[in-house]
């Protein structure tokens, strides 16, 4: 495995980081794929085997089961300062003025839920799931700072926002002293190239890691266009964002790049968001033994010029998605 600082912290990190909304209880929330303790077990192994110590979960993901879950994980299979834990806030968790969104009150409830569920004093890295348009920025990024002073969070990190709302927060920050964000967890793949037009020349700019999140697409580009979808896919409504009749010559690259290679295609898709100089670890959430595998695998494929151009050759612009 190869590590990297997060952006410009000091903040050391695995260059795959495992996705964790991948575990939770079935019958929890949305996700009815999710991965409880048993069978969770094995991939959480295997990550700490591949060296993949960059932990990425929410307070939503489950309804607070994938913490739950991980928590366990981290005090049964690691030692906790070896583990960059990172998780999240904004999504609803309840009714009620504290249950989402930025406001000071919410960022000081859920904090100390999330750390409730993961068992743990702090996290390594506090994202903002998303931009709250209904509270005054000064205000979260002051309760943010307030989180990392208190030793609740070492460094703070911001989700799939448009770049200037990122700007403005980021802005905001420095204007009150306050804790400034060391990554941008953005969506990033050879389907959705749309942050490469403003966010990652802003996140260049102002020293600040990505930390991509559905690299392969949910999937589509780990597989043929015309084989049958995985239950993941199949029970994931975002799954359909990727399904449009522009992708299919972008998913056919992919293949012949991977069949002339002889490695799969998700090592190719990966690679290739790999080689960005911005992204410092792209998310992968595995449901077996082999995602793992592959996305470490990644690493050590380079891509030729050649290779890069006719993965990129049919791409057309399209709307973000996501925020």
């Known amino acids: 495995m190869l590590y990297t600082r997060l952006g410009s912290s000091g903040l050391k990190v695995s260059r795959i980081a495992l996705g964790c909304m991948s575990f939770g209880e079935p019958d929890r929330g949305s996700n009815q794929w999710a991965l409880a303790d048993d069978d969770a077990e094995p991939v959480f192994r295997q ?5 993949i110590t960059f ?3 929410a307070n939503v993901y489950g309804d607070g089961s994938s913490e739950e879950i991980v928590g366990r994980a981290v005090r049964k299979y690691a030692d906790r300062d070896s583990i960059v834990l990172a998780s ?6 309840h009714d009620g003025p504290g249950g989402s969104g930025l406001s000071r009150k919410a960022i000081m409830e859920q904090i100390d839920a999330s750390l409730t569920r993961l068992g743990t004093d702090y996290v390594d890295l506090y994202q903002i799931h998303r931009f709250d348009p209904e509270t005054p920025v000064e205000e979260t990024m002051a309760a943010l700072h307030d989180v990392v002073q208190a030793g609740k969070a070492r460094y703070l990190g911001a989700s799939s926002m448009w770049a200037w709302q990122f700007a403005k927060l980021q802005h905001t920050a420095g204007l009150g002293g306050w804790t400034r964000f060391v990554s941008m967890q953005n969506q990033y793949s050879l389907l959705q190239r749309e942050e490469e037009r403003e ?3 802003l996140l260049a700019d102002q020293g600040v890691g990505s930390v991509p999140w559905s690299p392969l697409a949910k999937g589509r580009l780990a597989r043929p266009w015309d084989e049958q979808t995985t239950r993941r896919a199949g029970a994931d409504p975002l799954h359909a964002r990727y399904e449009g009749a522009e992708n299919r010559p972008i998913v056919d690259a992919v293949r012949r790049v991977a069949e ?3 490695v799969p295609m998700a090592q190719v898709a990966l690679a ?5 100089p911005v992204v410092d670890a792209p998310i992968v959430g595995p449901t077996r033994p082999h995602h793992l595998a592959d996305a470490a695998a990644a690493l050590d494929l380079d891509l030729t010029a050649d290779e890069i151009a006719a993965l990129e050759e049919h791409y057309t612009p399209r709307l973000p998605s996501g925020y």
């Open 260 to 262: 002339a290679r002889g």
């Open 55 to 57: 932990w990425d979960t």
């Open 272 to 276: 290739w968001v790999l080689r960005n």
């Open 199 to 201: 966010m990652f020349g």
């Open 47 to 51: 990550a700490l085997e591949l060296g």
């Open 88 to 93: 999240k806030v904004f999504f609803p968790m």
